[in-house]
């Protein structure tokens, strides 16, 4: 095992590596059921919504994600060169950053329905267009900020697409402003509800 080489790296230490990557695997997704199981008993036996909005974000742990995230674990062990041990570095935010964003996203909708539901007068729910663009812009936000960050620690110099994307959003506001106008107006009745 010590003299067999593959790829330059010794058989022994790719059995390390794979049985690091299968074990953390494991690991994680027993803690995220462990968690999820406390999470729903709580929630069943209350009325805490952030309980339930917490078991939901949970359960929407990507597989994917949590595998790469094994695997990254796992080339941690590995003899790697220098060259690549910078970019199995950045890998690592940008598999964290993914699950975040997913978490973040199930969080911002799952939030912002229970709040239009709860502010809601009647039965039937009245505030269907506020509740859809709020979570619209919402989620644009946090997946714009979400490829930012990765394109900014995979080595991307951001600083200029930030600053097409500021005059890009005048441009476009300076074009659409007759209908932004009747959107925001139409929003300020949704909200403040004046007949």
Same mark, same amino acid.
């Given at each position: 095992?010590?003299?067999?080489?593959?790829?330059?790296?010794?058989l022994a230490?790719?059995?390390?590596?794979?049985?690091?990557?299968?074990l953390?695997?494991?690991?994680?997704?027993s803690?995220i059921?462990?968690v999820l199981k406390?999470?729903?008993a709580?929630?069943s036996n209350?009325?805490a919504?952030?309980?339930?909005?917490?078991?939901?974000v949970l359960s929407? &742990?990507?597989n &994917?994600?949590?595998l790469l995230?094994?695997?990254?674990?796992?080339?941690?062990?590995?003899?790697l060169p220098?060259r690549?041990?910078?970019?199995?570095s950045s890998?690592?935010? *940008?598999?964290a950053?993914?699950?975040?964003?997913?978490?973040?996203?199930?969080a911002?909708?799952l939030?912002l329905s229970?709040?239009?539901?709860?502010?809601?007068?009647?039965? &039937?729910?009245q505030?269907?267009?506020?509740? &859809?663009?709020?979570?619209?812009?919402?989620?644009v936000f946090?997946?714009?900020?979400v490829?930012?960050a990765?394109?900014s620690?995979?080595g *991307?110099?951001i600083?200029a697409? *930030?600053?097409?994307?500021?005059?890009?959003g005048?441009?476009?506001?300076?074009a659409v402003?007759?209908?932004l106008?009747?959107?925001f107006?139409?929003?300020?009745?949704?909200?403040?509800?004046?007949?």
């Amino acid at each position: 095992f010590t003299d067999y080489l593959f790829l330059g790296i010794t058989l022994a230490n790719w059995i390390l590596a794979f049985s690091a990557s299968t074990l953390s695997f494991i690991l994680a997704r027993s803690a995220i059921g462990f968690v999820l199981k406390r999470s729903r008993a709580k929630a069943s036996n209350s009325e805490a919504h952030l309980t339930q909005i917490m078991v939901e974000v949970l359960s929407g &742990t990507s597989n &994917t994600l949590l595998l790469l995230g094994s695997i990254l674990i796992g080339v941690g062990f590995l003899d790697l060169p220098e060259r690549w041990l910078g970019r199995v570095s950045s890998l690592w935010f *940008v598999v964290a950053a993914l699950q975040a964003g997913l978490w973040a996203n199930r969080a911002i909708a799952l939030a912002l329905s229970h709040y239009f539901l709860r502010h809601n007068a009647s039965e &039937t729910f009245q505030g269907s267009a506020l509740a &859809t663009l709020s979570l619209w812009g919402a989620k644009v936000f946090l997946w714009m900020v979400v490829l930012l960050a990765m394109l900014s620690n995979v080595g *991307v110099n951001i600083t200029a697409f *930030v600053a097409s994307l500021g005059v890009g959003g005048i441009a476009i506001a300076l074009a659409v402003q007759n209908i932004l106008g009747e959107v925001f107006a139409s929003l300020s009745i949704a909200v403040h509800k004046p007949f």
